[in-house]
């Protein structure tokens, strides 16, 4: 018996072409053959042999639904297509892409008999899809006719479902039943809807014995023909009014749903409010629907990570709903940006080959991949992708060759698409079988260069892999880095290098050939230059032989031609001509590159007069000359009394030009005065131009009238001058004194010593006033010397400041032990006052001291920068008293800092920055100088001479030492040294080494000192950044300020404030003329290398 079939439940059958037979077994689908899949089946036999194929469902009726569409207006047909088995029957857009369980054909119907609706003009203009489903053999039926039954056409009779109760709206309280009914002739289908979420029935009644707030949703009945009909059912629960969304996306530009929907219509208000009480953005526009929940329309890019709440008001109480996170999907507006890691790639043969593609985009849907041409290439790609930020998104595909073969080589294209558009980049590998090396042709090998002149020999090469050895080699002597003309090489590219060979001044036994090598791994090369020295003939002998003949024997390059002059008498030269009797050349054998030898000679006896003959040697580049004086011979009558008197003036004479020599020598090698700071005009690199301060301008108004000074003792002297002290009646008010430092010459000073120390007065002029640096007050240059007038510092240099206060040093911050500071003060204090100092600038009193801090403020809280009228006190020496602490030597650091940042904001060099060059005043606030004039650097150890100069070598840069360059980075690596200095408590840098050739090798070298002892770790790591051999890579005085202050404590940061915002008083200063000279005359420096190398 077929099992028995309930219509309402069935809602699918589907067709199985391995049925069973009436007589029992398999059917088989060559049973169908001719009916499957012909262009042209036999009519009427389709449904029998399906029947046949399938008789155990014989008896059984399908509903088949046949929808023919012409162009004007559909018609259904429900044939009775007896023992047919199909699952759908019907017309499919004709766009439908085919399915992978199915294939289309066309039924085009010739014969429908008895259908009004069917004409035989409409029949040849239908076209029929059938769909079957489910064939082992995945073929379809297809057929011309259905003569077994004649179709009942009922245009127009189909009707939508009903639903009970009858209304589009129903409200239920949380625990009721909701019951609903849907009336409909034939099958029905109900599909619940809540939070875009499905769920279907297909029972005509659908009941809910106790409703929860999740049941809110709409409910739709749709019967067999499609028709549907539906109710929205609002289950009302106290305590939850909104149903609620896992997440919340919105594209950007496009409206997005707030799914909150309302359990309970009866509400007002119903609206999105900010989380946390913030206000949504002003722009932000909705619309709400309390069956679906509230969109928002076109979403921006702002709205990103947005916080809302769904909020209503019911029952005079606002609600809100859980919080939501709007993610905007940012809308794609430009193509992909794609780069890729380089450009071009050259290998060997075996080695890896790696590029990458990065691929940025505003999100995660862009597509990407590497196209090459040759396909065959074995490569694997791996992607990584990662966000960078809300908007940015970021995939880098890697493409790997693991040995990279010659026909590997091409053009490989990274290519991105969007939705926008697309965008590709590409990178080019060229695989060679070996390495190689190829020198670029010289223009010319062979070059003539005059005596002391320079050349330059450089040769340009591509290679690959990179080099491993080159050198240069002159006469079978290969140049190193000792020599003076040493080689460079530098890489222009990845596989493009220039070597270059500096010949500097060539000498006339320099000549040769100069040879560069290179090789590599896999092949080397060579290029030769002959290089000729053109040298100015020599005259090697002049000689009178013992047969008479004169001989002249000269040398140069090119060969040297010698010609005789003969004049009467003697004379200077000569300029009657000669021939020569005998002319012989001879070549030096030694080296082909050298000296050409000529000999000349002539026969004096012809002449029988006295005179002078002149040998005259030359070439292309110059001439020399030999003088012959001869006479014939007579009786000499000797002098006994004129003879004695010429030897006696001759010797006298001669001692007289010895003694003008050693004079000359001594002040030739005694050290000019020279103005350290430099002003400077314009830096590019280490090309610099100074700034001629003779040019500089001079402000009168700095005037001060000298009866108003009265002179006090010599704080420092040295060997071009000296500076005292001095009390000032009437420079900052009238009635008032003021104790001031005077710079001034010696009487013995010469011109441009004088000329010196106006130079110093007008770049302090120039540079104007900060806290940081010993500030110009006034000057005299009327009516006498010229007088320089500064500030006065009573505590002198900061390194004498440093060593007397080791003892007493506490190695940690002032406000971590206050008590051990003070009670350190106590074991150690003394009855010191200014005078105590043992430096150059020592045995000071003031004549009218300065406000100092109170003892609760510790140090440093007093006006600073500011001078006052008071009586003389012991209270000045307060400062003095204090211990040293660690806090003390950052802040030393930071002010010293701030100086030169000054200095250096208006394009002024030190050249000499170091402890003793620093000034210590109240408050120990320090101040940066030019001690030059007052110190007698001929004693002094760290001045070292070169030249006729004496430099501070330890302090130098290696630009500085090796190429007398001084730039801004020359003094932050004098700054580096003297933060040394500071931290050792004034121990010398580079202890116990002497400046020799030992020395200058390991600057060269990189040695660098060890940290000092009390050196925080921050603070040395400072130093190594200053001594960087780099100067482009150390910091600059703004970011070197910028570090220290991260190192002081909290507790001082009002104290440095005060520094940090100081600006001279008014009252102080008699005037700021500091005006920025954009360009009054310059000097190039001319001066030479201070030092060269140990070997040259």
């Not at 590029?355 to 490569?379: G, L, P, R, Y």
């Not at 013992?546 to 003969?566: H, K, R, S």
């Not at 009516?783 to 080791?806: A, M, Q, S, W």
Request: one cysteine or more; glycine letters at 6%; hydrophobic letters at 35%.
């Amino acid at each position: 018996m077929p099992p028995t079939f309930d219509p309402n439940k069935i809602k699918l059958i589907y067709l199985r072409c391995t049925g069973r037979r009436p007589g029992g077994g398999v059917g088989a689908t060559s049973a169908l053959a001719s009916k499957i899949g012909s262009p042209r089946p036999v009519s009427q036999k389709v449904g029998d042999d399906i029947a046949k194929a399938t008789g155990d469902w014989k008896g059984l009726r399908i509903t088949v639904k046949l929808t023919i569409q012409n162009r004007q207006a559909p018609n259904e047909v429900v044939p009775a297509a007896s023992a047919l088995i199909i699952k759908a029957l019907k017309e499919l857009p004709r766009d439908r892409k085919r399915q992978s369980f199915c294939k289309l054909r066309k039924l085009r119907l010739k014969e429908v008999k008895s259908s009004p609706a069917c004409t035989p003009n409409f029949i040849e203009s239908v076209g029929l899809v059938l769909v079957f489903t489910g064939f082992e053999s995945q073929y379809f039926l297809s057929g011309s006719s259905f003569s077994s039954s004649q179709p009942s056409v009922s245009p127009g009779g189909l009707s939508a479902p009903s639903i009970q109760p009858a209304k589009s709206e129903l409200i239920v309280s949380v625990g009721d039943e909701i019951r609903l009914l849907c009336t409909n002739s034939g099958f029905v289908k109900w599909t619940f809807e809540t939070l875009g979420q499905l769920s279907e029935k297909t029972h005509h009644e659908w009941i809910t014995e106790k409703a929860e707030a999740t049941n809110t949703g709409n409910y739709t009945c749709t019967n067999e023909d499609g028709l549907s009909s539906s109710i929205y059912v609002f289950v009302r629960d106290p305590a939850k009014l909104f149903l609620m969304g896992l997440s919340l996306y919105g594209k950007e530009g496009n409206d997005t749903l707030v799914r909150c929907p309302l359990t309970d219509p009866d509400v007002t208000n119903y609206s999105l409010t900010g989380c946390e009480g913030k206000p949504l953005p002003k722009d932000l526009t909705f619309v709400a629907d309390p069956k679906a929940g509230i969109t928002i329309r076109n979403v921006k890019r702002e709205y990103h990570r947005l916080c809302l709440h769904c909020s209503a008001d019911r029952k005079g109480k606002s609600v809100l709903s859980k919080k939501f996170t709007l993610k905007v999907r940012a809308a794609i507006r430009a193509v992909p940006v794609v780069t890729v890691s380089k450009s071009s790639y050259l290998l060997r043969e075996g080695e890896e080959f790696t590029v990458i593609c990065s691929i940025k985009d505003v999100s995660s849907s862009v597509d990407s991949m590497w196209i090459k041409e040759n396909s065959q290439t074995k490569a694997q790609v791996k992607s990584n992708s990662w966000h960078q930020g809300d908007f940015n998104f970021v995939r880098q595909d890697r493409l790997t060759i693991s040995s990279a073969r010659v026909n590997d080589s091409g053009v490989f294209m990274c290519y991105a698409n969007n939705t926008f558009g697309s965008a590709n980049v590409t990178t080019t590998l060229e695989v060679v079988d070996k390495g190689f090396i190829n020198i670029i042709p010289v223009a010319n090998t062979t070059i003539f260069v005059n005596d002391g002149e320079n050349v330059d020999l450089t040769v340009e090469y591509e290679a690959y892999p990179k080099p491993e050895h080159q050198q240069w080699i002159y006469m079978n002597k290969t140049f190193t880095d000792k020599w003076e003309n040493y080689p460079k090489t530098e890489n222009e590219s990845n596989i493009r290098y220039v070597s270059e060979l500096h010949l500097t001044r060539l000498k006339g036994t320099e000549g040769g050939t100069y040879t560069f090598l290179v090789s590599n791994s896999d092949v080397n090369s060579s290029v030769t230059f002959n290089v000729y020295v053109n040298t100015k003939p020599e005259i090697l002998t002049s000689e009178r032989l013992m047969n008479g003949m004169l001989q002249c024997v000269a040398a140069g390059f090119p060969e040297p031609t010698i010609d005789w002059y003969f004049c009467p008498g003697t004379e200077q030269r000569c300029s009657v001509p000669v021939g020569p009797v005998n002319v012989q050349i001879q070549n030096s054998s030694v080296n082909p590159f050298g000296k050409l030898v000529v000999q000349s000679s002539i026969d004096d006896s012809a002449f029988k007069l006295n005179g002078t003959f002149e040998c005259r040697a030359y070439n292309d580049v110059g001439k020399s000359s030999a003088f012959f004086n001869f006479a014939f011979k007579e009786k000499i009558h000797s002098h006994t009394l004129f003879t004695p008197l010429l030897i006696g003036f001759v010797i006298a004479a001669g001692m007289m030009c010895i003694i003008v020599m050693i004079l000359t020598y001594k002040y030739l090698q005694k050290p000019m005065y020279e103005v350290q700071w430099k002003v400077v005009e314009e830096i590019n690199g280490n090309n610099y131009v100074y700034i001629d301060p003779t040019q500089l301008p001079y402000d009168h108004k700095w005037e001060f009238p000298r009866n108003r000074l009265s002179f006090g003792k010599t704080l420092g002297a040295g060997a071009f001058g000296k500076v005292v002290e001095a009390t000032a009646y009437g420079l900052i008010k009238s009635d008032a004194a003021m104790t001031v430092a005077v710079k001034m010459l010696k009487p013995s000073a010469h011109l441009t010593e004088r000329e010196a120390l106006m130079s110093e007065l007008k770049v302090l002029s120039y540079l104007g006033n900060h806290m940081n640096i010993v500030n110009l007050l006034g000057a005299c240059t009327i009516g006498g010397p010229t007088l320089v007038i500064t500030e006065y510092c009573c505590y002198g240099d900061l390194l004498n400041f440093l060593r007397r206060k080791r003892d007493s040093f506490i190695c940690s911050k002032q406000e971590d032990h206050a008590e051990a500071a003070l009670y350190k003060n106590l074991l150690h204090s003394k009855e010191s006052s200014c005078s105590d100092s043992t430096n150059e600038y020592m045995d000071m009193k003031p004549g009218v001291s300065y406000v100092v801090p109170t003892k609760a403020d510790k140090r440093r809280s007093a006006r600073i920068g500011s001078y006052i009228e008071r009586d003389v006190t012991p209270a000045i020496m307060e400062d003095d008293e204090l211990a040293l602490d660690l806090e003390d030597l950052l802040s030393f650091s930071y002010q010293v800092a701030k100086g030169m940042a000054f200095l250096a904001s208006k394009n002024c060099i030190h050249r000499d920055l170091a402890a003793r060059n620093i000034l210590l005043t109240h408050g120990r606030v320090t101040k940066i100088c030019d001690f030059g004039l007052a110190r007698d650097i001929k004693n002094d150890s760290n001045y070292v001479v070169k030249g006729n100069a004496r430099l501070p070598v330890k302090w130098m840069a290696p630009e500085s030492i090796f190429n007398c360059v001084y730039t801004f980075e020359s003094d932050v690596w004098s700054y580096g040294i003297f933060l040394w200095e500071l931290f050792s408590l004034g121990s010398s840098p580079y202890p116990g080494m002497p400046v020799d050739s030992k020395f200058y090798k390991m600057i060269k070298e990189g040695f660098r000192m060890l940290s000092p002892e009390h050196a925080p770790a921050e603070m040395y790591d400072i130093m190594k950044t200053c001594w960087d051999a780099d100067p482009l890579k150390r910091p600059t005085f703004k970011q070197i300020v910028q570090l220290i202050e991260k190192q002081i404590s909290d507790s001082s940061n009002h104290i440095y404030s005060n520094l940090a915002n100081w600006s001279p008083n008014q009252e102080n200063i008699v005037v700021d003329h500091s005006v920025r000279i954009n360009s009054v005359g310059s000097s190039t420096s001319s001066t030479q290398p201070l030092l060269v190398h140990e070997d040259a």
